[in-house]
């Protein structure tokens, strides 16, 4: 699946300087999304080495430079636009970004992680959220262990561990029976480990 991504002429032409100018020759850009189909999803657009491009990724041409995206991300990527704005200082990169918010359908035999986010999203943090509250997957651990990451108003409250033994975890475990614990990543020492990208411009 290739995404309906416009870039507009503007942004093209800025996106086409900051490469002309970039110190390293065959630097190419990334359009990235972080947490898709998730509450916490956004997206961005960042530099990458010229050997960064692996077999899970895929190409939007734009004449003089491609952008680089996840396949897997394609979904979530649909209807974005990315534009060059004027602002009250200059000019911004802005990404409008319809979709990356959306819960994907998934296999019964997709990976466990899928699984468990699409729990969360589609029947655990529709009830959070009228707390200002939401829960997303840290990591996997051990092959079947949970580790879920309390936000919002989730975040620090005192009623959160009640809330994950008496709700998150009993629904987990029962759509996902597969699952040996859920537990919160402030109850272990080994946080999730997440690669921090430099945008250029992020979406809204």
């Given at each position: 699946m290739t995404?309906?991504?416009?870039?507009?002429?503007r942004a093209?032409e800025y996106?086409?300087t900051?490469l002309a100018?970039?110190?390293?020759p065959?630097?190419?850009?990334?359009?990235y999304?972080?947490?898709?189909?998730?509450s916490?999803?956004?997206?961005?657009?960042?530099y990458?080495?010229?050997?960064?491009a692996?077999a899970e990724?895929?190409?939007?041409?734009?004449?003089a430079f491609?952008?680089l995206?996840?396949?897997?991300?394609?979904?979530?990527?649909?209807?974005?636009?990315v534009?060059?704005l004027?602002?009250?200082s200059?000019?911004?990169?802005?990404?409008?970004a319809?979709?990356i918010?959306?819960?994907?359908?998934?296999d019964?035999d997709?990976?466990?992680a899928?699984?468990?986010t699409?729990v969360l999203e589609?029947?655990?943090?529709?009830?959070?959220?009228?707390?200002?509250?939401?829960?997303?997957?840290?990591?996997?651990?051990?092959g079947?262990?949970?580790?879920?990451?309390?936000?919002?108003?989730?975040?620090?409250c005192g009623?959160?561990d009640?809330?994950?033994?008496h709700?998150v975890?009993?629904v987990l475990?029962?759509r996902?029976p597969e699952?040996s614990?859920?537990?919160?990543?402030t109850?272990?020492g080994?946080?999730p480990?997440?690669?921090?990208?430099?945008?250029l411009?992020?979406?809204?």
């Amino acid at each position: 699946m290739t995404p309906d991504i416009t870039v507009t002429d503007r942004a093209r032409e800025y996106l086409g300087t900051l490469l002309a100018r970039h110190p390293e020759p065959g630097t190419q850009l990334r359009i990235y999304v972080i947490n898709p189909g998730t509450s916490l999803a956004h997206c961005g657009i960042s530099y990458a080495p010229p050997d960064a491009a692996g077999a899970e990724d895929a190409r939007l041409r734009l004449g003089a430079f491609d952008l680089l995206y996840r396949s897997a991300d394609a979904p979530f990527l649909a209807g974005t636009t990315v534009d060059y704005l004027p602002t009250g200082s200059g000019h911004k990169l802005s990404l409008k970004a319809p979709n990356i918010k959306c819960v994907q359908p998934v296999d019964d035999d997709a990976p466990l992680a899928q699984r468990i986010t699409y729990v969360l999203e589609t029947e655990v943090n529709p009830s959070l959220s009228q707390h200002d509250g939401t829960v997303m997957l840290g990591e996997v651990r051990d092959g079947n262990v949970a580790v879920l990451k309390f936000g919002g108003g989730c975040h620090g409250c005192g009623h959160a561990d009640h809330t994950l033994r008496h709700f998150v975890a009993k629904v987990l475990k029962e759509r996902l029976p597969e699952l040996s614990d859920v537990v919160d990543d402030t109850d272990h020492g080994h946080a999730p480990h997440r690669t921090a990208a430099a945008p250029l411009g992020a979406a809204c």
